[in-house]
């Protein structure tokens, strides 16, 4: 199959609101039943043709070019394991993709932060190893390929930090130029990221949903191609490859401990019980439960985990409307540490709803405070250093095992989807300084009486 013809197995897209579908390349970014403005559904979803897909598993290799099929432990005729190895799923070709490694991220079996929980089975899907330390640098690639292919000179997003971060890092990799709107209050370790790349970087003084209304308008003016969450259908179909690695990684990790029981050929990869994933404007939640989806109707896997959403306290829109059982959530004025979380007016709350509700999951609100303290166990305990929105996930765990929402003996994924290099600060308020002492032997030996 040439990588020059991504759409061989992209079929379209599908309007969630409307139903209406669209062949490939007649629609950029949402239907025509959605209104002008507000969070309002309209959302458009991709699909492939599946059933050509299906059919292909059996001649792919894994990255060492050897045969896996019992496993399906990598998607691809590249000697790669990021996501290209998953192009027979992705809107794009394989060689219009950013030359970095996106993807292949480490999910880490993290038994002493199990035992704290009470859980048997505990992993962490370490997203912050990304290229520019995000999950999001899977939407950016996808990006700043479609860019390429669809002939725009400039990509431009709205971000709060870390799809900024991502979209330079992307568009630097592949010389390709890149506007920024960032709210005035976006983190400097972020806003350093998108300077030293190179990207023309605008600070609104405003709210991130400013922001994106000023990008979606001056992408519209001046010809750019749009990469914002929620506007744009195609960010979730890179974000959706955490889910086949997900499940790739825990059929490997069951051969490698000669457990095969749910690792037939029929279904060659392994889904968890339950995933929990942080949210804010719904995008990185739709796309996890989409790629479970996806492996499911394939077959390659038995099937669709439980998906956690967890919201901060103070920017709980998308929860707010899963409560109410709503369809469009109400704006909510938002103000969590947890900046890459933090959303008055949700973009992408009908793929967020759909995840959790189609799967039997919950959405769940914590404290600030509680995200905070998440970072500490998640490191200590997990190996994991992440930013606060990266935390959140875990502090929803937490509170799923103190509603009892969780088995003990589940297979549990937390997706920590930010490195904790993105904002230090947060981090230095829960450990706060280090001890000070002279250079001296004594001064160490007193110190450690403490």
Known sequence: MSSTSPDTYFAGLRCLRCGRIYQPGTVDYVCSCRPNSGSDLGHLDAFYHYDAVSTIRTTLSDSSGSSNTSMGAAFSQFTTRTIERWWPLLPVAPDSLPPLPVGDTPLLRADRLADALGLRC??????????SGSLKDRASAIAVARARETGRDVVATASTGNAAAALAAM???????????VPRSAPQAKIA?????????????????????????????FGWYNRN?????????GKKTVS??????????????????????????????SVFVPVGDGSIIGGVYKGFRELKRLGWSDRVPRIFGVQSTASAAIHNAWRDDLEVPLAVTAGTAADSISVNEP?????????????????????????????????????????????TALAGLQEAVHQDLIDPGETVVVISTGSGLKDVPAAMRIVGEPEVIPPSLDAVAESLKM
């Open 347 to 391: 973009r992408d709350a009908a793929k967020a709803l759909r995840a959790v509700r189609a799967s039997g999951g919950a959405f769940l609100l914590v404290e600030d405070e509680s995200i905070l303290q998440a970072i500490l166990p998640l490191a200590r305990l997990g190996g994991v250093f992440a930013e606060p929105a990266g935390a």
């Open 122 to 131: 505990l992993y962490i899907k370490d997203d912050g190893r990304n290229p």
């Open 244 to 273: 086949f690695e997900i499940a790739a990684q825990l059929a490997e990790a069951k051969a490698a401990a000669g457990n095969m029981e749910t690792n037939s050929p029929n279904a060659p990869f392994v889904s968890p019980d």
């Open 193 to 221: 990221q998108l300077l030293v790349y190179g990207s023309q970087v605008l600070a609104v003084d405003g709210s991130y949903d400013d922001a994106f209304d000023l990008c979606v308008h001056a992408c519209s003016e």
């Open 229 to 237: 969450t929620g506007y744009n259908p195609f960010m979730t179909e």
């Open 171 to 181: 568009s630097a990799a592949a010389a390709h130029a890149s506007v920024i709107f």
